[in-house]
């Protein structure tokens, strides 16, 4: 599984603007094939600071996303709605546990 952890910072002026962006791209990537989740959160402690996680079965899923059409629509229009560069890291993850087998 990949997963993708996108940080990123607005204004109050570009705020909404941010968010709806964010929303579309999130709802089109949900319906790819590939995607196990798209989420646009808020920083509940830094007014204006956003965080997109994605999750993809696998590289071939993500490099297809890059393709679409929503993605390049996406990345024309959010860096006017940015006041910092975007901190995007992509991250392999081998398996995944939930808490019960944590606690253990």
């Not at 570009?14 to 590939?34: K, M, N, P, W, Y």
């Not at 860096?79 to 995944?96: C, G, M, Q, W």
Request: proline share 2%; with cysteine.
């Amino acid at each position: 599984m990949i997963v993708v952890v996108a940080r990123v910072r607005t204004d109050a002026e570009h705020r909404e603007e941010l968010i709806r962006l964010g929303q579309t791209v999130a709802a089109a990537s949900r319906q790819e094939a590939g995607c196990l989740n798209y989420t646009l959160f808020e920083d509940s402690e830094s007014e204006n600071d956003f965080v997109m996680i994605e999750e993809w079965e696998d590289d071939e899923a993500l490099q297809r996303h890059f393709k679409t059409a929503h993605i390049a629509e996406f990345m024309g229009a959010m860096p006017a709605t940015l006041v910092a560069s975007p901190d995007i890291r992509f991250h392999t993850v081998e398996s995944t546990r939930d808490l019960s087998n944590v606690a253990r």
